[in-house]
């Protein structure tokens, strides 16, 4: 399959572009921020999503979606990352939808026009402990009447402080760390016994501590089988993971553009600095870098599109080389712009610290490096 898009995928490309670049650019995220917004995210901006149809990038057109795939939406991400834009869409439009795919027809009718519309909110309750370990899982949903008890944890979940649906994983058999007994179960936040603390992280975005105090839900609630989420969790894993390292793409070339027009503009002994040929080196080897990773990100967008078996695989290489790629382009960045890249009042600071909360959000580098190499039988 070519590692590049075909003219569909350029024309949606054409579409988002000028929309990020208008509706929300970094100034947008500046503004929240400066406000201390308590949602740190626009929620009419969200319903503008809604009506370009971003939110149903992934959902089926019988569902009233787009119906495109993870190459698409992943064009959505890189300009959200190239942008800075503050929104759920990870956790909302990828993670929750890829899930509902295997939830039953009423699940369905219940979140998904809101999603579609820009009106819902969805976030991702996996991670219990601060590194991302989704083997783990402690939080326990022991059977109830006609349904279940939840009670346990979820740390880091990224703007689950406004979620109105929290995807949330919890054992109903077995061990923390076996596969089986693992059960997903789609929860109203407002639900009694549900208590969400959210802390602002350093890219200025929120995640929260979730706690589950006895949530009594019933069994309508359950997305798939009972027992048997393992599955359907790792698809939706791969999922967002594959949106984050578009994000991360994004993040890189945001990065990147502001360096080189740096370069072209800023005189030192009357010649512009991007006339010296070690800085060009420097700006030649991140263009690679970055190259390479575009590539890996598409190559597993593509494979998740055609249920590759290598699907696994990809994930974790894409997600690897766009964390280490993006982290060499806000480095750089830094470091070309000299003493106005560390201050507040630049931009380009605010790429170093999205690219640090990404290349963290469902693993970083080294988990994918090791997970990988497990796959391979290592």
């Known amino acids: 399959m070519p590692l590049f898009l075909d003219d569909d995928q350029e024309t949606l490309a054409d579409t988002v572009r000028p929309f990020m670049a208008e509706k929300a650019p970094v100034s947008h995220l ?3 921020r400066d406000a201390d917004d308590p949602a740190g995210f626009s929620r009419e901006l969200w319903r503008e999503f809604g009506e370009m149809g ?15 795939g993870h190459v698409e939406a992943g064009i959505v991400l890189e300009e959200i990352g190239r942008n800075l834009t503050p929104s759920p869409f990870i956790g909302t439009a990828i993670g929750a939808v890829e899930a509902l795919r295997g939830a039953d027809a009423a699940l369905k009718q219940q979140y998904l026009p809101g999603i579609v519309s820009g009106e ?30 939840l009670s346990g944890a979820k740390q880091f979940v990224p703007f689950g ?29 407002s639900h009694a016994g549900v208590t969400v603390n959210a802390e602002r992280l350093a890219d200025s975005s929120f995640a929260a501590r979730v706690e589950f105090d006895g949530v009594e839900i019933d069994g309508s609630t359950v997305i798939g089988e009972v027992d048997d989420g393992r599955s359907v969790l790792t698809r939706v894993l791969n999922a967002v993971r594959a949106g984050v390292s578009s994000e991360m793409v994004g993040v890189a070339e945001g990065a990147s553009a502001m360096t080189l027009d740096y ?32 590539a890996a990100v598409l190559k597993a967008q593509q494979s998740l599109d055609s249920g590759s078996e290598d699907a696994d695989r990809d994930v974790s290489v894409a997600k690897a080389m766009a964390g280490m790629a993006s982290s060499l382009a806000v480095r750089e960045a830094v470091q070309m712009h000299g003493g106005i890249g560390m201050t507040d009042e630049y931009d380009v600071g605010f790429f170093m610290k999205r690219q640090r909360v990404l290349a963290e959000l469902y693993g970083d580098a080294d988990f994918h490096a090791n997970r990988l190499a497990v796959l391979e039988g290592y």
Do not use: W
């Open 120 to 149: 819902t909110v969805a976030a991702l309750a996996l991670d219990e402990a601060a590194r991302h370990r989704p083997q783990r899982i402690a939080c326990k949903a022991e059977r109830h009447g006609n349904g279940f008890r």
């Open 54 to 68: 971003f939110t149903g990038v992934l959902v089926d057109e019988a569902d009233g979606g787009l119906g495109m």
């Open 263 to 294: 370069l072209k503009q800023r005189k030192q002994f009357g010649k512009t600095i991007g006339s010296y040929q070690a800085l060009q080196h420097r700006a030649a080897h991140l263009y690679s870098e970055m190259e390479v990773a575009r």
């Open 30 to 32: 500046r503004k929240l």
């Open 161 to 189: 402080h406004e979620a109105d649906m929290l995807l949330v994983s919890a054992r109903t058999s077995g061990s923390e760390s076996d596969d089986d007994g693992v059960t997903l179960f789609a929860v109203p936040r």
